[in-house]
C-alpha cells in the first residue's frame, strides 16, 4: 500500500508539472521588477540572485486571504511545516531537512525567534498586514549570522504610500468558533510615510487529544507600525514596531508519549522593534546603513491546574553597520560592482521565571552573551548578464569557539534563450540553544554548557526556463548540504544534549513551474524530493521525502470574481513513538488537503470572499498524537477607503 500511495503521489506530480504556481515557485519573469531585501547586506534582484529563493507576492495573500504565515509557508518547495495540534500551538518550519532553529526569521529585518529555543514559532503568527514572503533557501550566515544555516524567511509588512490618507476595516467569521477583525491605516506625503494595523483573531478550535472531547482554542493579538522619512535628499530614517500576543490551549503529553486531554495554556507575548539610518552620496556611489533593533520575548506555560509548569523570558538586542561603494569599470566586460563593509553587535539574554521546576536557585539567575561581527560582501554584474556574489563573515563569539563562514554564487542569464543558470555555494552556523545550555530541570533535562556551536556546507545548482514569451516558467534545482557536530538528546529521564560524530547530510531536488495566461488564469506546482539522515544514516523525523503543492487562481473578464484552489500533498512522515522503550519510529501516512476560495469585488471599496480548508475533510498528523483540523468554512468583507 504504501509504495502504491509513492508512485500515486508521484504520478500526480509529474502529470502536473506543466501547470503553474504563482506563490511557491521561483518567481515567473514579468515587467515587475522583484526586489529580494534579505538576500544580502543590500537588497538584490531577483535575477541577480544565484541562491535558491521564493517571493510569495501581495497578490498570492490578497487573493487567498490565509489565516496564519504557515498556511502561506507549506506550498514553498523546500520547506516542511510540523503544527502541534490546533492554532496557537508550536509550529515548526524545517527548511531542506534541517532543523527549526537552523532558519533565520526576520519581520521587517528584526530576527524575531525566542533566544530560548533559538527558533521562531509560527503557531503565533497570523497574517497581519503582510505583504510579502521572502524565503531564501541553503546557507545563509555569512549575510546574517548564526542561525541562517539553512536559510531566511523575511516576512515583510506594509508600508504607507504616499499619497495621502488610505485604510482599510476586515471582518471574517468561520466554524470551530473563529472570528477575526482587522484594521489598518496609512498616510504618506513627498516625503513621509507611515502605516499600521491591528489584528484579532479567536478561535474555540477543537480537540488535540484523542482523548476525552476538550477544545482547545486560541486567541491572537498582532499589532505593527512602521514609518520613512526623508531627513534630507540624501539621509532616510525609517522605524517599525510590533507586538504580539497569543494565549493557547493546549494538552499535556505524558512522560509515555500520550497526549492527555488536559487544560493547560501557554501565553506567549512578544514585543519588537528598530530604527535605522541610510545615506546615499550625491552621486550615488557611497552609501551608508546603520540600524538598531531590540526584542523580547516571554512565554509562560500552566498546567491544568493553574500553576506555572514552564517560564522563560528572553531578549535580543542587535546593532548593524555598512558601508559601501558602487564600481563602474566599462572596460572589463562592462561591468558594474559593489563591494560592502559591515559590523554587527548582537547581544542575547535568557531568563528562567518558574521556580517550581527548578531546585538550584542559581538556575533562575539570567544568562547571557555576545557576539561581534565583521562582514564583507562584494557584488558584480558582468555584461549585463552574469551576476556573480561573494561574502565572508566572522563571528567572535562570547560563549563558544569563533566562527566564519562565506557564501558565493552566481547566476547567468543565458542571451537570447529565456535560460537562467544559478548556483551557490557557502557554510553556515548555528548556535547551542540557552535551554540546551543552561535549561536545567531535576529529573528531567541537564543542560551541557560546553556545547559547540554546528556548522555545514552546502550548495545547490539549477537551471530556470522561460517559455512562451514568459507565460511559462520552469525551474529544478538540486541542492545537498551536510552538518557536523548536530546537537542531539541523549538519555531518558534524565535527557541531555551533545555534540554528536559523524556528519547529517541533506540531499534532494525541488522542481517548480508557473504558468500565467495574463488573462486572469494562473497555475502552478511544486516538488521537493528530500533525502536527511542522521549521522548514524537513519532518516530524520517530522521530513516528508516527497511534498508538493498544486495552485490555480482564476479571475473572470465579465464579473469582478476570482476563483482559486490549492492542493498541498504530503507523503509518509517519520516520527518517534515514546510509547514504547525504547522509543521506536513510526510512519505517519501520507496525505493531501485541498483548499478552494472565491473573492467578489461588490464595488471599488468592498470585497466579499469565502473559503475552506481542508475540503475533503482529510484525518492526518503532522505530529504524532496531535490531530489536526477537519473541514472548516470561513467567511468576510473588507472595505478599503
Do not use: C
Request: avoid cysteine.
Amino acid at each position: 500500500m504504501r509504495s502504491m500511495r509513492h508512485a500515486s503521489f508521484l504520478a500526480l506530480l509529474a502529470t502536473l508539472l506543466a501547470a503553474a504556481q504563482p506563490a511557491a515557485a521561483q518567481e515567473t519573469q514579468a515587467p515587475l521588477v522583484i526586489v529580494i531585501t534579505s538576500a544580502g547586506l543590500t537588497p538584490f534582484e531577483r535575477n541577480e540572485v544565484g541562491r535558491s529563493f521564493t517571493v510569495i507576492r501581495p497578490e498570492v495573500i490578497e487573493d487567498t486571504k490565509p489565516a496564519y504565515v504557515a498556511d502561506v509557508l507549506k506550498a514553498v518547495p523546500g520547506l516542511a511545516v510540523s503544527q502541534m495540534g490546533a492554532p496557537g500551538n508550536t509550529t515548526q518550519v524545517r527548511v531542506r531537512g534541517a532543523e527549526g532553529n537552523h532558519v533565520l526569521v526576520l519581520i521587517d529585518g528584526i530576527p524575531v525567534s525566542e533566544t530560548a529555543q533559538g527558533e521562531f514559532d509560527f503557531g503565533r503568527l497570523a497574517v497581519a498586514n503582510i505583504e510579502r514572503i521572502e524565503v531564501l533557501r541553503g546557507p545563509q550566515s555569512a549575510f546574517w549570522g548564526a542561525n541562517a544555516m539553512a536559510g531566511v524567511i523575511n516576512i515583510v509588512t506594509k508600508s504607507g504610500a504616499r499619497n495621502g490618507l488610505s485604510g482599510s476595516l476586515a471582518g471574517e467569521l468561520g466554524t470551530d468558533g473563529t472570528r477575526m477583525t482587522s484594521g489598518t491605516l496609512a498616510y504618506g506625503q513627498d516625503n513621509f510615510d507611515a502605516s499600521g494595523s491591528l489584528t484579532l483573531r479567536h478561535t474555540d478550535g477543537f480537540n488535540v487529544s484523542s482523548l476525552g472531547s476538550e477544545l482547545d482554542g486560541a486567541t491572537h493579538i498582532d499589532a505593527n507600525a512602521r514609518f520613512s522619512a526623508d531627513i534630507t535628499p540624501s539621509l532616510t530614517l525609517d522605524g517599525t514596531i510590533r507586538y504580539g500576543r497569543v494565549h493557547a490551549e493546549t494538552d499535556w503529553q505524558d512522560f509515555s508519549g500520550i497526549l492527555q486531554d488536559t487544560a493547560d495554556t501557554t501565553r506567549l507575548t512578544e514585543l519588537f522593534g528598530a530604527l535605522g539610518l541610510k545615506w546615499v552620496s550625491d552621486d550615488h556611489l557611497w552609501f551608508q546603513n546603520a540600524r538598531i533593533s531590540a526584542g523580547t520575548t516571554e512565554r509562560i506555560t500552566n498546567d491544568q491546574f493553574g500553576a506555572v509548569s514552564d517560564a522563560y523570558t528572553g531578549d535580543r538586542y542587535k546593532a548593524s553597520y555598512q558601508v559601501g561603494r558602487h564600481f563602474v569599470t566599462p572596460d572589463l566586460l562592462d561591468s558594474t560592482h559593489t563591494v560592502t563593509l559591515g559590523y554587527d553587535l548582537v547581544h542575547e539574554t535568557f531568563q528562567r521565571l518558574d521556580s517550581t521546576a527548578i531546585i538550584d536557585p542559581s538556575m533562575l539567575e539570567g544568562k547571557h552573551r555576545t557576539a561581534h561581527s565583521l562582514i564583507g560582501e562584494y557584488r558584480g554584474t558582468y555584461l549585463d548578464q552574469l551576476h556573480l556574489t561573494a561574502a565572508v563573515r566572522h563571528d567572535f563569539n562570547e560563549s563558544f569557539a569563533d566562527i566564519t563562514t562565506y557564501s558565493v554564487s552566481g547566476a547567468w542569464q543565458v542571451p537570447n534563450t529565456g535560460t537562467r543558470l544559478h548556483a551557490s555555494v557557502g557554510t553556515g552556523s548555528t548556535n547551542p540553544t540557552f535551554t540546551e545550555q543552561f535549561g536545567y530541570i531535576p529529573g528531567s533535562f541537564i543542560p551541557n554548557p560546553n556545547l559547540l556551536p554546528e556548522t555545514s556546507f552546502g550548495w545547490d545548482i539549477g537551471v530556470e526556463q522561460t517559455l512562451l514569451d514568459g507565460m511559462v516558467t520552469v525551474d529544478a534545482t538540486y541542492f545537498n548540504q551536510t552538518l557536523e557536530n548536530e546537537i542531539a538528546t541523549i538519555g531518558w529521564m534524565p535527557s541531555t544534549v551533545i555534540n554528536e560524530t559523524g556528519m547529517s547530510t541533506r540531499q534532494g531536488v525541488e522542481l517548480t513551474a508557473s504558468l500565467d495566461f495574463f488573462n486572469g488564469f494562473t497555475a502552478g506546482v511544486s516538488y521537493t524530493y528530500l533525502d536527511a539522515r542522521n549521522p548514524d544514516g537513519s532518516q530524520e523525523i517530522r521530513r516528508p521525502r516527497h511534498s508538493g503543492a498544486v495552485n490555480l487562481a482564476y479571475t473572470l473578464e465579465e464579473i469582478p470574481l476570482t476563483l482559486h484552489g490549492e492542493v498541498v500533498l504530503t507523503g509518509d512522515n517519520l516520527d518517534t513513538d515514546f510509547s514504547t522503550f525504547p522509543a521506536s519510529p513510526v510512519v505517519l501516512p501520507a496525505y493531501s488537503l485541498v483548499n478552494a476560495g472565491l473573492n467578489y469585488q461588490v464595488s471599488d471599496q468592498v470585497e466579499i470572499y469565502g473559503r475552506v480548508h481542508n475540503l475533503f475533510d482529510t484525518k492526518y498528523q503532522q505530529v504524532l498524537g496531535y490531530n489536526t483540523q477537519g473541514r472548516t468554512f470561513y467567511a468576510g468583507a473588507k472595505a478599503s477607503f
